[in-house]
């Protein structure tokens, strides 16, 4: 069963309304105070690499409205020597077995130690793996985030190394290892039924400060012309204590988008934004974001926006 149900028309996302309900509803808001759970009492999930396997650890969850963070990601700091983090070549596909069949899985490599916590999404083959790339070989957060048909949100983590040994490291100067500079945009346009306010003008970074967008279909993006674009820079109110599942997807001309990437904030980086890249750039002159549900927000309570592409 594949969570998400998209068909590709103009200006048009589609889900199903089992997907709308379980995470715009169960998901819905959380508790007043903190909650606290064991992680035996979750669902198991592996890593299968190369023959192997390896356990993944719950981070957080939702379930009946309770957002648990169970702990923090890891860092290099708690392992003495380098060579004791899980290694993974770069490039090389990897799986995840679930005690419990999910309804949806994603996965990410996470660096927290940037400025601004960076997810990079795996690409997903059609056989339900994903490739564990990175523009750089170094030390990551694997993140696995699941949903399960009973509304259940858990995201799995696992801190690894992505090794590269045919890769020359004089060749990664810092402009080589940059996603791209900030862009220019044309225009930015809530689409929908906005609870606030519509932001519909031309307009120049810095964009978009303490902006709230209520419940929309979709937050339209147009640049000047035709750019490649890698990832985008989003703040989210409340980013701390709530979970926001959006779409990406681009265009060239306006009318035929990209199948989606779907992402979601980590619960970690507290009221910072975070950056969100693609598995590839992409040639792109239009975005949408749509929002798929949040734990606490209608929409996307969007408090910092940029783009980055070259």
């Not at 862009?183 to 039924?193: Q, R």
């Not at 606030?196 to 400060?209: D, F, G, R, W, Y």
Request: net charge negative; with cysteine; glycine share 6%.
């Amino acid at each position: 069963m594949e969570l998400f149900q998209y068909v590709k028309v103009k200006n048009v996302v589609i889900s199903s309304a089992f997907i709308i309900f379980m995470i715009s509803s169960v998901l819905l808001s959380v508790g007043p105070g903190p909650a606290f759970a064991q992680s035996s009492e979750l669902p198991k999930a592996s890593l299968l690499y190369n023959g192997g396997i390896s356990d993944l650890k719950p981070s957080l969850t939702i379930k009946d409205k309770i957002m648990t963070k169970i702990q923090a990601p890891e860092d290099e700091h708690k392992f003495e020597f380098n060579t004791l983090i899980y290694a993974i070549n770069r490039g090389d596909m990897v799986s995840f077995d679930f005690e419990e069949e999910p309804a949806q899985v994603d996965a990410f490599l996470i660096d927290y130690e940037t400025d601004y916590t960076t997810l990079w999404a795996l690409e997903k083959t059609p056989n339900g793996e994903f490739i564990a790339n990175t523009p750089s070989p170094g030390l990551y957060n694997l993140d696995v985030h699941a949903v399960y048909p009973d509304g259940e949100y858990v995201s799995y983590s696992k801190f690894v190394n992505i090794v590269d040994n045919d890769l020359n490291l004089l060749s990664l100067t810092p402009q080589s290892n940059q996603c791209g500079n900030e862009l220019s945009l044309d225009k930015v346009t809530a689409m929908g039924n906005p609870a606030t306010s519509v932001l519909n003008e031309v307009i120049n970074q810095p964009l978009i400060k303490e902006l709230s967008f209520g419940i929309i279909d979709e937050l339209s993006i147009q640049l000047p012309d035709v750019k490649n674009i890698c990832g985008i820079q989003l703040g989210l109110r409340n980013a701390q204590n709530s979970i926001s599942f959006f779409a990406v997807q681009s265009s060239s001309d306006g009318k035929l988008y990209s199948d989606p990437i779907i992402f979601a904030n980590t619960g970690f980086s507290g009221e910072l934004p975070e950056i969100y890249k693609y598995p590839s750039s992409v040639e792109a002159k239009f975005l949408k974001i749509v929002p798929l549900g949040s734990t606490l927000e209608n929409g996307l309570g969007i408090t910092d926006f940029k783009l980055f592409g070259h």
